[in-house]
Structure formats: C-alpha cells, structure tokens
C-alpha cells in the first residue's frame, strides 16, 4: 500500500485501545503479523514497527517466533502513583469544556445517529467491562464509549482534534461508587433501546443532558490533569500532522499548482526564489528541489540556472496536466475530513461568534463578500471569507486555535487538480448567494437565523464537492487511503 506510512501509528492506536479499554484482557494473543497484513492491507514492515510500539509502550510482550500476547492488566493501573497530577487552570478548563461542547456534541449525535445493528456491539463490550469497584480506570475507560462515537463518523481530523484537547490525559475523581453504577446502568440502557429502535435527534440530546447531569456536572465530580495538560497550559500543536516525505513535496506542487489555476502566477511569471520558497512552506532544500522538479516534469514551469523558475508560456500545460490521484489522496482525504467537520459545528461555532462581532464587522463582511461576487475568479472564495469572519470573532481560544487549522485545511481545495474549474456556474452563485443571505441575516440582528444559514451553506458546499470528487475519480482513491471503518471497529 502506497501510503503505509500512515498506517503504523494509527494500528497503534487501534489495538492501544482494544488493550486498554478491557475489549483485549491480559493474555489475549494478537493476531500474526501475516493476518494484520491482510487485515490492514500494510506490509510487514508497518505491522512490526505498530508491534513493536505497543510492546514499548508496556501493552504487549514479544517474543521471536512466538505469537505478541496482552500484558497489560487494568487493576494494576488503579493502584498507580497520581503525584504527578494536579489542578487544572480554571479558566482554561471552561475555555476547553466549552470548545468541546461546540465541536463534539454535534459528532457524537452524528455518531450515535449512524450506529447500527452490529455497531453496537463494540460501546456495549466497553461498558460491559467498566467496574465500578474501580473508579480510575472507570472513568478512563468512560472515555473510549465518547471516543466511539466520535470515531464513528470516519472522520480522522476529528479524532486528532479530540486527542490534542487533552481529556484522554485528565483523571476523574469522585468516591460515589453508586453514582459509577448509575452511569454504567444508564450507558447499558440507551444501548439496549438504541438495538431495539433507531433513536431520534430528541431522545440523542435527552440522553446526553441526563450524562452530563449524572457525571461532571456534580459538586463532588473533580479532575486532575498532568503538568503539561492542555487543560493548565492551553492547546497546542494542532498543526501537527503526520506527513511523509513525498506529501510535504506534494504540498509545495500543489499548492503552486492552485495559484496558477485561481490566476494568481500567470504564464510568463517569475517564482519566488527556492529560498523564499523554502521558508514559505518551512520545507528542505531536497523537498522545495523535488517539488520544482515535478512541476518542470508535467511542463509547468521552467528553471534557468542564475535567472529563476518562471511559469510555463504554455497555457495549454496548465489545461491539461494530469496529477495522479494516489499523490494527493491524502490532502484530499483531509480536505473531505475538514469540510465535514466544518458543516456539522459552523451552526454552534457561528451563533457564538455572533455574539462578538460589531454592526461595522458585519458591514465588512459583506463588503468582502460582494467584492468576491464581482470578481469572476475560477476560484470561489465566499465560503473561505465567511470561515475567516466566524474563527476571527470566536470567543474562545481553544476553539479559535481549532478553527485556524480548518481554515488551513479548508484552503486546500483550491490546489486540487480540476476540482476548480469553468463549469456548474449555477453552483458558484448559489453558494455566494447563501453567504451574503446569511451576513444580511446576521445584519439584521437574527442570531440564530444567521448560525442556521450558515451551516446550510457549508453543508451544500460539502455536498457539491463529494460529488465532484466522485465526478473526477478522486473518492474511490481517497477511500481506498484508508478504510475509515478502522477508526471504530
């Protein structure tokens, strides 16, 4: 598989879960490395290092020609030291609580919404496995059902948002076992129900209020967090991703690429330097030297030795190059990611940026958006204006600093290859409509209709883009990335 590289951490994490949340009890052998091969459609090199991390990080034992067995136990981690954990910062702490509740209820309902049959199966063994005798690994456990159904939703820049706000790392503490057998019993119930009929979006929320009532919400409920929590010193490295080496030079081409599309470098045009370049997109000598290799390969520009890289004089080149879709999957694969992320919070995340803003920030808004109207661009930037206004006037900082690497994200559907193009003007101006329908909704003072209106959009403009990409042949690729089902089964 072409992109294994991605995969060694993420099988880690697969079967770091499994282990910790009972699903795999000490003693449990793992399957062989041929079987995971096949499983995973990795080679054996991606399985063994994924082995050999669970082994290091105290999960599994090894040993040469021998089957990879579970060692770790739950009991022994309720009896660890916590000396190491302390207060969270209070305004912190509401500042992520807050963020978390705008970004995940939203994916939990979606997750909880998409389960089905079998799908079940898994939250019910992780609860099933839960012992109130045991309050710290209860409630670290807890947290794998929420990871579930967060999980289920497919989405991997959900999952890496959720980790790096930090609540995998936060300790409850609470001495009320009755109170750990109600939860259980109330998890236990919903699950049960859920089997026997598809819950409504009604009964979703009832359930979740009644959780948050029943567990954080408490006078006794506390929670204690390491040193260098997101929880006592704010989130951060979010822009952290997972990136091999021919992805960080696929970013510079394409990136490059799209400029060109948008008009922004017009034939003829001289490139920034390779150092300028070099330091634009923080990459090496060998990437940046890569990147404009593959550019002068397809005949989009041309370098001369002690005069520059200039765009190709050649308009047809720039029309008709073709760009494999296995060499952009995953930009497009976190694309998709952001874009749904985006179309299921922008409701919450725009009702409370609302709140911010002044008459002369709407008023600007909308002088963006009309300026945007009038340009006539292949590009079509109202989404990106309207995304750029909401993480702008955002009030908390957890969630701004989220926004900020959807925004980044969001940007790279200008650097898909033909997914930028002269056709479906009809879809262009329908979707410039709703930006400006929802800032003049937002001008008039309508709050709540302004949220509505927006995720509205973002959720058409979701929508046209799957339906593009499945019009370019870039879904099937993207899909095959990785199964998505492997981030919850």
């Not at 079987?35 to 063994?48: D, F, Q």
């Not at 749904?340 to 002044?358: D, F, K, N, Q, R």
């Not at 937002?442 to 593009?468: V, W």
Request: glycine share 6%; net charge neutral; hydrophobic share 40%.
């Amino acid at each position: 598989m072409k992109h294994d590289t991605y995969q060694y951490d993420r099988i880690f994490e697969i079967y770091k879960n499994k282990i910790e949340s009972g699903l795999m009890p000490k003693g449990t052998v793992l399957p062989s490395f041929a079987e995971l091969c096949r499983e995973y459609k990795v080679s054996n090199k991606t399985i063994r290092r994924a082995v050999a991390m669970l082994a290091d990080a105290g999960l599994i034992k090894t040993k040469e020609r021998q089957p990879s067995v579970v060692i770790f136990d739950q009991t022994d981690q309720e009896n660890d030291s916590a000396d190491d954990l302390t207060e969270p910062c209070g305004p912190v702490m509401t500042d992520i609580l807050k963020t978390a509740e705008i970004l995940y209820y939203p994916f939990i309902c979606h997750g909880i919404a998409l389960c089905c049959e079998d799908d079940w199966d898994i939250p019910e063994r992780i609860v099933r496995q839960l012992n109130p005798e045991l309050p710290k690994v209860f409630w670290k456990n807890s947290k794998l059902i929420w990871r579930f159904f967060i999980a289920r939703c497919e989405n991997e820049l959900s999952l890496h948002i959720v980790d790096a706000l930090g609540f995998l790392g936060v300790e409850y503490r609470e001495t009320n076992v009755c109170s750990r057998a109600l939860y259980k019993q109330t998890l236990m119930d919903f699950i049960q129900n859920c089997r026997t009929a598809a819950p409504t979006s009604g009964v979703i929320k009832d359930f979740l209020t009644h959780i948050h009532t029943i567990t954080i919400s408490r006078e006794d409920f506390e929670c204690y967090v390491p040193a260098d929590s997101p929880f006592r010193v704010g989130v951060q490295g979010l822009d952290r991703w997972m990136k091999t080496a021919e992805e960080r030079y696929s970013s510079v081409y394409l990136d490059i690429l799209g400029l060109l599309t948008i008009g922004y470098y017009q034939p003829g045009d001289r490139l920034p330097s390779h150092a300028e370049m070099q330091k634009q997109y923080g990459v090496s000598v060998n990437t940046m030297t890569q990147a404009i290799q593959c550019l002068q390969k397809w005949g989009i520009v041309e370098a001369t030795r002690g005069k520059g890289i200039f765009v190709s004089k050649n308009a047809e080149a720039l029309s008709d190059i073709h760009v494999d879709p296995r060499l952009i999957a995953s930009h497009i694969r976190r694309y998709l990611d952001c874009l749904e992320l985006v179309s299921l919070t922008a409701e919450g995340v725009a009702y409370h940026a609302a709140a911010h803003v002044s008459y002369e920030h709407i008023q600007k808004l909308i002088l963006r958006l009309n300026e945007a109207g009038k340009n006539g661009n292949l590009y079509q930037p109202s989404p990106v204006i309207l995304l750029e206004f909401l993480t702008e006037h955002i009030p908390y900082e957890a969630l701004r600093s989220v926004y900020l690497i959807i925004l980044k994200n969001y940007r790279i559907g200008r650097k898909i290859p033909k997914l930028i193009n002269r056709d479906n003007a009809s879809n262009k101006i329908e979707i410039h409509r709703r930006c400006v329908e929802s800032a003049n909704t937002l001008l008039d003072g309508d709050r709540g209709a302004f949220a509505k209106q927006a995720a509205e959009m973002f959720g058409y403009t979701h929508q046209l883009i799957i339906e593009e990409c499945k019009r370019l042949g870039y879904w099937k690729t993207v899909r095959n990335l990785y199964d998505g089902s492997q981030l919850w089964k």
